[in-house]
């Protein structure tokens, strides 16, 4: 049985929005809805959802980055405060995030070989003079890149080698797990093959945890275990990598997988909506306190029970958890 | 502290360097900061290659005012009370580039502090700290100077700081503004991901990347304080007799303009120079600091 | 080179002067559009996919330059007058861009917006206008067209604000729509929704070009694709040949590292090595030869031309299997 890592139990995060007229009651959005999630040592679990769905949220809050408004967040079994200086900084050695823009997340004023080793220092404190230059230069050739760019800065190299700058960053003190919000999707096509290839070696390599946000699901196949479906801040489906793509429940995640366009014409004309009634539910929904299902305006199979109560999280056999009032009477193959 | 910030560990202090060598690259630039330099030479020296001083008034002279001749080596005339004029300009070049410079360096290192905490931290300090600034905004700027010099007796270094502390507000402002787009950046999520507390996260993250907009807003403020500055030596609140300054020749010599014209020309000539070169070098600044530019 | 093409490009190079010389971002590029039919143009960063349509219709940033000759429906976009140009671009031919928000001017309504751009060229009267506004937004499924007219672009989501973009393109019923990444940024679902809109126009006798690096989109709507890499086509075919036998090792290579949903896993994905080239990256021989896993001495020092045979084309110095290609 591997170590758990993070368990988030109840997570809530929400933001004020505009009042309504000048005295009026405050509007909150809530990005992410008492979520539950959980993540063991060397696992890697994927959170998929669109826009809105509170997926980048649900990450800041992990890493620390938002207060969230409700629930817990432990780590390694310590429940994570951010009041706490002291357990948080051993939660920001052991917890890294790799975030979507590759040169936005560098700083421009620095060379590459200094973001690594800022990292270095902060996390593991002063180091022996050469030291410090030795493990960065080490970290850099384990993302494949080579130890001479450390002099370059992020706007002389391209995406994929600042992403690669980037991962070397997360990992130079050794964390437990890697947060990674939309890491790959903003490099060209050939570029995130090499990405996902990499994190896939460094999760075998060294043990270590992902957490790997995306809207691509097709990656997610690739490299997560465990997946975990969004929709305007709630889990609506959770479950093993085989469970959900061969069978997916949840009317959404169905939907989901049957809009992915294949690389394939022949197959391609098969590709479509599955009876999608409304087209966007705009993320304004997420600001109402929605009493029944938030899928319910694009749900094919809704009925009067949908619109009043809100489904919980059942286990439909197997591990493979589904917030859906119908997910018995729903056929199972896509 | 060898061994404990990034620079020192990677390389000897990369940044800097690499900004030196597209500073030289750009020829404009290169010719500006040779301009200044020459002028601050000239300023310095100028005054001691003249077999004048300062107030020393010439009465051989008549009329007292007389236009720039070699024979008697008054290179730029005198003005109307005999004065030799060259020393005179580079005197008052000294004392204009003095002000400037130390008011600026002032406004900068207030405003840049004032602006990057509060756009870093924002919230209810961002909040207090930009009142702070409207108030002192709103404030009649001319009839505080007057108190100040009633209160503390005129004198250089009561200039500096009161065009100074004028002066950094604008700044902060402007800092400010950069500070609050930065901290959205992925990068600064990054630096607050590493546990780095807050001060670090502003002075190594956020300061250096508003020094561009900065530094060519400081090269603006140089000229606006040299014109300031003469303003208030003209009300009879800036710089006093014998201690000149490039502004206050220029108004004097503008008011001899018809009959005397060269008390005119070469305080302009020189301010009119130094201005430009500054610009020049201001631009050429920026992009030497901006990474992307290169 | 048949004669009923809409849209005839030939020998296009598009370049930039910078401060470290000349860019070369399209390199004589020759491509065809027919009325009626998608062409999809696939290329990553730095292949010159979306300068070569910018070059074409005039669009290019001050530095940038274009030689060549660009015909649209026989008529010499290249050089002409300013006047015949704008006559052309905006009314016969539309372009839709990647980020709607940038398209969209913030400060004024979508019908608004909508109405523009007949009403500044005198195409119809304002009731008219309106009226076809309403048509449009039809046309792309937005939901409760009459009240979007009277919103913002920040009261829409991505998605509409996507869809609005089109509606504004097909205002002057256009002959030819270029689509820049159009479902890039979008949701996966409203991705879908657009797609099947640009279907239905492309059905209704428009020509499309697509231009984009998601191959499933590609899949889904081109009629024929031409594959760029840096600054020159690749390879060109009709989509379902395209994607059963690529001929040019890059399409292979790109197809194979692209994680699919209905292929078993493997344990790696097929990357391709190294990185794309930055745009105007000089080179003796084939630009994709540093990263081509079949590369010759060849490949390297002379550049292949353009081969074709029937509406099959490839610039590779390797013999590829199955079709004959003529030099």
Redesign the interface.
């Known amino acids: 049985m591997s170590e758990q890592l993070l368990k988030v139990r109840g997570l809530t995060v929400r933001f004020p929005m505009r009042r309504e007229g000048l005295i009026g009651p405050r509007r909150w959005l809530t990005a992410v809805d008492a979520v539950d999630l959980e993540v063991a040592a060397g696992q890697s679990v994927g959170i998929v959802g669109e826009s809105g769905c509170g997926k980048s949220t649900l990450a800041r809050a992990i890493l620390a980055l938002v207060v969230p408004q409700g629930g817990t967040i432990e780590w390694r079994g310590q429940s994570m405060r951010l009041d706490d200086a002291a357990a948080l900084k051993q939660m920001r050695r052991e917890l890294q995030v790799v975030f979507q823009d590759p040169v936005g997340s560098l700083d421009p004023r620095m060379t590459i070989g200094e973001s690594v080793a800022e990292a270095l220092l902060a996390l593991q404190g002063p180091q022996a003079p050469g030291a410090a230059a030795t493990r960065v230069a080490a970290s850099l050739r384990e993302v494949g890149l080579d130890p001479a760019l450390a002099t370059r800065y992020p706007h002389e190299l391209s995406g994929g080698q600042c992403q690669r700058a980037a991962i070397a960053r997360a990992i130079v003190a050794r964390p437990r797990l890697l947060v990674c919000d939309e890491a790959v999707s903003a490099l060209d096509v050939s570029v995130q093959a090499q990405i996902v290839n990499l994190l896939d070696e460094l999760r075998q390599r060294h043990g270590l945890a992902l957490l790997f946000i995306s809207h691509n699901l097709a990656v997610v196949r690739h490299l997560c275990d465990e997946v975990v479906v969004l929709y305007l801040g709630r889990v609506v489906e959770r479950a093993s990598r085989e469970q959900i793509f061969a069978a997916p429940r949840h009317p959404y995640t169905r939907a989901l997988l049957a809009a992915v366009p294949h690389p394939d014409p022949a197959q391609a004309a098969r590709t479509g909506l599955v009876a999608m009634r409304e087209v966007d539910a705009v993320p304004q929904s997420a600001t109402a306190a929605v009493p029944g299902c938030a899928y319910l305006p694009r749900c094919p199979f809704a009925e009067s029970n949908c619109r009043t109560q809100a489904p919980r999280l059942e286990d439909a056999g197997g591990g493979q958890l589904i917030a859906c009032h119908r997910w018995r009477e729903l056929p199972v193959a896509r | 502290?060898?061994?404990?910030?990034?620079?020192s560990?990677?390389?000897d202090g990369?940044?800097w360097a690499?900004a030196r060598r597209r500073l030289r690259g750009n020829r404009a630039a290169v010719a500006a900061a040779v301009v200044v330099v020459l002028l601050v030479l000239a300023a310095l020296l100028g005054p001691l290659v003249s077999p004048y001083a300062l107030d020393h008034v010439d009465w051989t002279l008549s009329p007292l005012a007389s236009p720039p001749s070699l024979e008697d080596a008054h290179w730029f005339g005198t003005d109307s009370n005999g004065r030799d004029l060259f020393v005179r300009v580079w005197s008052g070049t000294q004392v204009s580039l003095l002000v400037a410079l130390l008011a600026t360096a002032v406004s900068v290192v207030i405003g840049v502090a004032w602006g990057a905490t509060a756009g870093y931290v924002g919230g209810r300090l961002d909040g207090w700290m930009m009142r702070v600034v409207d108030v002192l905004y709103a404030l009649p700027y001319m009839f505080f100077v007057i108190i100040l010099t009633v209160v503390f007796g005129r004198s250089l270094w009561l200039i500096f700081l009161a065009i100074g502390a004028v002066g950094w507000l604008t700044m902060a402002r402007i800092v400010r503004g950069q500070a609050l787009a930065l901290r959205q950046?992925?990068?600064v999520?990054?630096?607050?991901?590493?546990?780095?507390p807050a001060h670090q996260i502003i002075a190594?993250?956020i300061v250096?990347?508003v020094l561009g907009t900065v530094i060519v807003y400081a090269t603006l403020t140089v000229p606006q304080v040299i014109l300031f500055e003469s303003f208030l030596s003209f009300l009879g609140l800036g710089v006093q007799e014998p201690l000149t300054s490039l502004g206050r020749l220029v108004a004097e010599g503008a008011l001899e303009m018809e009959t005397a014209p060269w008390q005119l020309l070469a305080p302009s000539v020189v301010l009119a120079t130094l201005l430009l070169a500054l610009n020049f070098l201001g631009d050429g600044l920026r992009d030497a600091l901006d990474?992307?530019q290169g | 080179m048949t004669s009923d093409a809409l849209l005839a490009v030939r020998d296009l190079s598009v370049e930039f002067a910078t401060p470290r010389g000349v860019v070369r971002a399209v390199r004589e590029v020759t491509l065809e559009v027919r009325r009626g039919e998608c062409l999809a143009i696939v290329g990553e960063s730095g292949s010159g996919k979306s300068q070569l349509f910018l070059g074409s219709f005039g669009l290019l940033a001050a530095r940038g330059s274009a030689r060549g000759s660009v015909r649209f429906d026989g008529q010499q976009l290249l050089g002409a007058d300013p006047g015949p140009l704008r006559s052309v671009r905006g009314t016969r031919v539309a372009m839709v861009f990647q980020d709607p928000m940038n398209s969209l001017t913030p400060h004024l309504t979508i019908g608004r917006q909508l109405t523009e751009v007949v009403l500044d060229r005198d195409l119809l009267g304002p009731q008219e206008a309106r009226a076809r506004s309403l048509e449009a937004l039809r046309a792309v499924r937005m939901p409760d067209p009459a009240a979007r007219l009277r919103q913002y672009p920040h009261e829409l989501s991505g998605g509409q604000r996507q869809r609005a973009v089109l509606a504004m393109a097909l205002m002057t019923e256009p002959d030819l729509i270029v689509a820049d990444e159009p479902t890039t940024a979008l949701d996966v679902t409203v991705q879908a929704q657009v797609l099947d809109v640009l279907r239905e126009a492309r059905d209704r006798g428009l020509a499309l070009v697509l231009i984009t690096h998601d191959l499933g989109v590609v899949a889904g709507i081109a009629d024929r694709v031409a594959v760029m890499y840096s600054g020159r086509i690749v390879e060109s075919a009709p989509v379902r040949e395209l994607f059963a036998a690529p001929a040019h090792p890059y399409t292979a290579a790109l197809l194979r590292s692209v994680p699919r949903l209905d292929t078993p896993l493997a344990d790696r994905l097929a990357s391709i090595e190294g990185q794309p080239p930055h745009p105007g990256e000089e080179r003796p021989g084939c630009a994709f030869a540093p990263r081509c896993p079949s590369a010759m001495e060849a490949c390297r020092s002379s550049l292949p031309r353009l081969r074709s045979a029937g509406d099959r084309s490839v610039a590779c110095h390797l013999p590829c299997s199955g079709t004959a290609f003529a030099p």
């Open positions: 502290m060898a061994g404990s910030t990034p620079a560990v990677m390389t990369g940044l690499d950046r992925e990068f999520a990054a630096a607050v991901t590493l546990g780095l190594r993250h250096p990347n990474p992307r």
